[in-house]
């Protein structure tokens, strides 16, 4: 599996609408890519301008060139990128270790 991470900054003021895109197209576009497994979409509190989505993939082929490589790529960017403030920082893990605790 990996993890896709991407740094998004948005324009200011415009968490709202940015908060609904993000999910319109994730779940429209990105959600229904070959290999895509899920995603977490992390809102910066100190700085609310500031995104982190995280993307998971079967494979860094499946985000690089089935996804990144179709019609559903601009799709997505025609929905999101009119929020950029500027262009988003994208980088790809292999997961080491995962543990989640409830309490």
Known sequence: MILELV????QPGKQAEFDKAIS??????????????GYQI????E????YVLMN???????HTVDFRES?????WRGVV???????????HFTILETKNSQK
């Open 7 to 10: 740094d998004i900054l948005i």
């Open 24 to 37: 319109h197209g994730i779940t429209e576009y990105i959600a229904k890519a070959k290999g895509f497994i």
């Open 42 to 45: 992390n809102k910066c509190i």
């Open 47 to 50: 700085s609310p301008e500031r």
């Open 56 to 62: 998971y993939w079967q494979t860094l082929e499946n």
């Open 71 to 75: 019609p559903a790529f601009l799709q």
């Open 81 to 91: 990128g009119p929020f950029f403030a500027r262009p988003p920082i994208v980088e």
